[in-house]
């Protein structure tokens, strides 16, 4: 085929995500939109996949995506009139502790809240599901009945037929081979011509980074991930299964035995087993084995010896597994992002370009990714936030020796728990405080934020700092007395937290005051005072949250969270073509959090500031002898300043503002104290889930301002008809574990709303939750609970005002 001049959109990589985005986008009306597949469609990882389509997933969006995506398969064959070998088997995941049930409870009940049914297995359960099953070592597991396998390659070309009924193309055996740009749009080069276009997308699957680097020169960066090799075996057919599906009318459920790490499947009459093996590998990595220009339809060699051990403990989990020998084994490559999950949304720093890349579980998710992608495409925004497969959320540290160590990392504990205290060893160090050393020495716990390493919290000698420790969900742990000591030394004393990292941004330029009016909810600040300012999408969802500093009438520094950096950054820079100076200064200046009652005896004993000037005001000052900005606010809501300082200059403050009496704290103290305070945190409380007026923001909404900003229109008309939902603080009689993000909160056994953050509360001694529920249920007093791990807990709904200083009175101390 022809490759066209012209085209609203070129999506490069013919895999299923590719063509989900394709299908997408002609759909909802985008017919002028081409797919360049350098082979045949399929050709990358899609081909040899499993087709294993879970709907599990421990995060909210990343389980609506895959919610979507399987909902539409089950329709596909009959939409499009094209067959599609789909079974739906239901799948059993095997719990072998206590902790892991825990885990299930939890997914169930994320399950539930959308709308899908899981339920919890005893052992007897799981074999009247599975009669083949061996019970040993097993405490239970979770059923899922919409899991199942579907035929990737039919799929594929199913929602390929469906793009092109709709009038897009897709060009086969085409490869793009570069990208340039010309008056705003892009041309994509292939051998058979160019294709002019105004958006386009990297959807090469594993080739993504090669793609990747064609962007370098308009603003790209080198794309995150390495290529681990993956198998999976097919075996000869076995006749009493083959009885069994002739007896039952049905395959087997798939079984996931996840802490043994291996899903075990059976295809036609015999099984297929698919390991995710510790000992595992990755691919391409050296400079002596290069990724080949073209790797289409071809596999790895062989190699079983890895799945040894795995092999073996399936054979006694499901002894047919044993009496037939191995027919086939497939070995494919298949790309991991540092944290295993997709890269789906904007291409950060470049204009009009989107990915659409390195999924693990692509099958699964690739009917969901395909709207994503399109509506990042058509609406500049996504329905559901889906900031956990944001490409933003990696920066500048992920070289390629970082994402071949994170990649066998996550591939090793593909189905591991992530526990919420524990923290993964591998790729650390990327960044680091200039008082690093010395936050080590005092006992620091480090944690990786954006890759800025901060202490969660501090041991002392003889605390339990091991990886195993953190293997709990319960509060309790190694960490709760020095997390309770360090909160209290906050409230009674004055702490100091270590705070590298923060994203930090100057604006300035005649209009720059103008520009951010039209572009917040609220109003700025006067000249030598600091606001909150929320940033709505044009659905008046919360984009972001800034800390703005006004140093002069168009002089500003924009502060937020450390991993919104290139998030934040991209929302400031139509600035640039206001003619307005926008600068990244992250790296220029570190902080520190000096708060409680003592800080301003501490202060006056280290400097000349001016500690008479009020809460939310900054200065210049100096302490320690070192020039300083010092901002007077504190997130653990105790009479406090920040201090903002250079890399430089930071580590003799630090020194003296130890040695003036300040306590360290860590992150997991501030992340309680701030909970006490109903301070929001970006993307846990705050995200385009909700609007301003759902997340309890209105006071920071002024509609009576003459500028127009995105989402006012849909915010007045929600004022006006009154919001789904209400923002609440609810006291919960949680027992050892505090409520986990998406927990439900249900009335009267009917389910009203869902946690953001839970944990406990160490000034008023009580387990705090943040959330949303339907209005008509946020008026004080409302009894409510709150599912934990399967455990339903009373809570009730606290007055609209923080739970520890309602008044704000130590703050403005
Ligand atoms: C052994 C194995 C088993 C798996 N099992 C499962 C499973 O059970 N369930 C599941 O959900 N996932 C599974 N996966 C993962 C799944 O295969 C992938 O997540 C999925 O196929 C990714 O699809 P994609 O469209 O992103 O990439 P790909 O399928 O790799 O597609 C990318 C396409 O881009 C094309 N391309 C690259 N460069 C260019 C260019 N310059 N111009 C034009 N075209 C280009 C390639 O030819 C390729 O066709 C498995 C993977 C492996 C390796």
């Known amino acids: 085929m022809s490759v066209p001049s012209t085209a609203r959109v070129v999506i490069i990589g013919g895999g299923i995500v590719g063509v989900s985005t394709l299908y997408h986008l002609a759909k909802g009306g985008w017919s002028d939109c081409v797919l360049l597949e350098k082979n045949e469609l399929t050709a990358g990882s899609t081909w040899h996949a499993a087709g294993n389509c879970p709907t599990f997933s421990t995060g909210y969006g990343v389980m609506n995506m895959q919610r979507y995506g399987l909902e539409l398969y089950r329709g596909l064959a009959d939409e499009v009139d094209y067959p599609i070998n789909y079974h ?26 959308m709308g899908l049914e899981m339920a919890m297995c005893t052992p007897d359960e799981l074999q009247q599901h599975y009669p083949f099953l061996e019970l040993h070592d097993l405490e239970g597991g979770l059923w899922d009945p919409l899991d199942g396998d579907i035929d990737p390659a039919q799929v594929t070309q199913a929602l390929a037929k469906g793009a092109r009924t709709n009038g897009a193309k897709v060009i086969r055996f085409t490869p793009a081979t570069g990208v340039s740009r010309e008056n705003g749009e892009w041309i994509v080069h292939t051998e058979k011509g160019d294709i002019r276009c105004e958006y386009v997308v990297n959807a090469a699957g594993y080739y993504a980074p090669k793609v990747g680097e064609w962007f370098l020169p308009f603003g790209g960066r080198p794309v995150p991930a390495a290529v681990m090799s993956h198998q999976y075996f097919l075996t000869e057919p076995i006749p009493e299964i083959a009885a069994w599906s002739k007896e039952n009318g049905r395959k087997l459920p798939l079984l996931r035995d996840v802490d043994t790490s291996y899903y075990l499947r059976q295809e036609t009459s015999g099984f297929n087993l698919g390991p995710y093996e510790r000992n595992c590998q990755t691919a391409w990595t050296r400079p002596d084995d290069p990724m080949p220009d073209d790797f ?3 596999l790895y060699p062989d190699d079983l010896d890895r799945l040894e051990w795995y092999i073996e403990d399936a054979m006694a989990r499901v002894p047919l597994l044993g009496t037939q020998g191995v027919s086939r084994n497939i070995n494919g490559p298949i790309p991991y992002a540092p944290d295993g999950m997709p890269m789906l949304g904007p291409m950060p720093g470049v204009p009009n370009a989107f990915e659409a890349h390195s999924f693990t579980f692509g ?29 933003r959320r990696y920066t500048d540290y992920t070289d390629k020796q970082y994402c071949i160590d994170k990649a066998r990392e996550v591939y090793g504990h593909e189905y591991a728990i992530h526990f919420p205290h524990h923290v993964w060893p591998a790729g650390r160090d990327r960044k680091l405080s200039p008082n690093h050393d010395r936050i080590v020495e005092l006992g620091g716990q480090m944690g990786a934020y954006n890759g800025w390493e901060r202490a969660n919290w501090f041991a002392a000698p003889g605390d339990d700092t091991s990886e195993e420790g953190t293997q709990t969900w319960k509060r309790s742990g190694p960490w709760e007395k020095r997390v309770r000591e360090e909160c209290e030394a906050v409230r009674d004393g004055v702490g100091v937290l270590d705070l590298p990292g923060f994203s930090r941004f100057s604006l300035t330029g005649d209009g720059a005051a103008e520009w951010l009016r039209g572009r917040i909810a609220g109003a700025l600040p006067k000249v030598g005072r600091m606001a909150l300012a929320y940033f709505p999408d044009a659905r008046g969802r919360v984009l972001t949250e800034m800390s703005v500093l006004r140093h002069g009438e168009d002089d500003f520094t924009l502060i937020t969270a450390a991993v919104a950096q290139w998030h934040d950054y991209e929302i400031l820079k139509p600035a640039h073509a206001e003619g307005l100076a926008l600068t990244d200064r992250t790296g220029e200046m570190t902080t520190l959090i000096v708060t409680g009652p003592d800080s301003r005896a501490l202060f006056e004993s280290l400097g000349d500031a001016d500690l008479s000037l009020g809460w939310l005001t900054h200065q210049q000052a100096n302490v320690a002898g070192k020039p300083v900005l010092l901002v007077r606010v504190s997130f653990a809501g105790e009479l406090g300043w920040e201090i903002h300082a250079s890399f430089e200059d930071m580590p003799a403050i630090y020194d003296a503002v130890l040695e003036a009496g300040a306590r360290p704290f860590g992150m997991y103290a501030l992340n309680s104290l701030r909970m006490e305070k109903g301070y929001r945190a970006w993307k846990v409380d705050l995200s385009t889930d909700y609007t301003l007026l759902e997340s309890g923001l209105e006071r920071f909404v002024r509609f009576d301002k003459p500028q127009d900003f995105p989402g006012k229109a849909a915010l007045l008309s929600e004022k006006q008809q009154g919001s789904a939902k209400g923002f609440v603080t609810l006291i919960v009689e949680a027992e050892d574990c505090d409520a986990p993000y998406m927990a439900n909160i249900l009335k009267d056994g009917e389910i009203v709303g869902e946690v953001m953050s839970g944990g406990w509360g160490y000034r008023i001694g009580a387990s705090i939750a943040l959330g949303l529920v339907r209005s008509g249920l946020t008026a004080p007093g409302t009894e409510l609970e709150v599912e934990i791990y399967g455990r339903r807990c009373k809570a009730a709904v606290q007055p609209d005002q923080p739970l520890w200083d309602p008044e704000n009175a130590r703050l403005r101390a």
């Open 363 to 391: 099958i699964a998710q690739g009917g969901g990714a395909g709207k994503i992608a399109a509506e990042w495409i058509m609406h500049g925004c996504t329905e559901w936030d889906m900031w956990s497969v944001d490409p």
């Open 88 to 113: 739906v088997t239901g799948s059993l995941r095997l719990a072998h502790s206590h902790e892991r049930m825990m885990e299930f409870e939890r997914v169930a009940g994320l399950a539930r809240h």
């Open 296 to 298: 289409s339809f071809q």
